[in-house]
């Protein structure tokens, strides 16, 4: 157990961070992630609200669909990155923990001229997130509805081992799953039930350490490691996020800007030539000896058992088969640029 944004959260369990990375990959596995902010958003102006103070086009969801998305300062970086759900009577927005108080405080702070009601509902809602290939079997059984059948992207509501909730088929493992909202006083319970029912496919409950190894090699960013406040969604490849056709919304002008000109770095993923483990910060030097960038996470993947690594770069050195230098312990090592991601199921 670690400290984790005001939190006492797992880094693994009994199994260990390899073997649950494994479980999500072949089978399936739990994470409690009730540390996860969610903001309820209702009123007859949430959509035109929504619409201004994020980047997505929230418009183009249908009620029960769901879909990432960024909210931005004005000068185009990043305040954080959250999950919005349309449901029928609101919406439901999910930020990081670490950035609850600052992004409610920050959505907050505009919703002045719009008819909208925002209020902080994580107290009050338990979250975990059920991923892998055999997530929606395990939770089809325990449910009243036809879990499987739901589409990528889309929420329900249903009642699960005898517990009514909201269901998101989404997920930040590269893997298929499912996201669960439930009440918060139901929480101990059902997992216990999801960990017997779930048994016999091999689930696990999985720690820090194994949400963060899946995600990576999925190549989904983190906050605080490939986005920040002082990030653009192009630079982290996140400008598939961004509708600069919606005529008004924070950051639009600088974003366009950056479209047009283009950026002066980009993320890149790598694999290690030499064997060496690439850590955070760790500096990327160029063939001519000079700091070109840094890296954002890096480690040793469980999935493909090689050192690979994510960090930013200049462009112009951001080539597929482009030869970099991590600097490890004081040492060059020898590493090369290469797709990304470095995972993709095939579900």
Known sequence: MVPFAGYELPVQYAAGPNREHRSVRTAAGVFDIDHMG????????????????????????????????LLCYDDGTIVDDIFL???????????????????FA?????????????????????????????????LDRMSDAEVAAAPARSALRAEVGGVEMLMGRTGYTGEDGFELYLPADKAVAFWDALLEEGAREGLLPCGLASRDSLRFEACMSLYGHEIDAKTNPFEARLGWVVALEKPSFLGRNALLKVKLEGTERILVAFEMIEKAVPRERHQIIGLDGTVAGHVTTGMKSPTLDSFIGLGYLPRGMHRLGSEIHILIRGRPRRARVCRRPFYRSRR
Do not use: C
């Open 106 to 138: 920050w959505l907050q702070s505009f919703t002045h001229g719009f008819e909208v009601e925002l209020t902080d509902i994580s107290d009050e809602t338990y979250m975990l997130a059920v991923q892998g290939p055999k997530a929606a079997a395990i």
């Open 85 to 103: 759900y349309r449901l029928p009577e609101k919406w439901l927005i999910v930020v990081n923990a670490a950035n609850r108080e600052k992004d």
């Open 38 to 69: 969610q903001f309820a958003l209702s009123g007859k102006d949430a959509l035109p609200y929504l619409q201004y103070v994020q980047v997505a086009d929230a418009a183009s969801l249908a009620e029960w669909e769901a879909r990432y998305s």
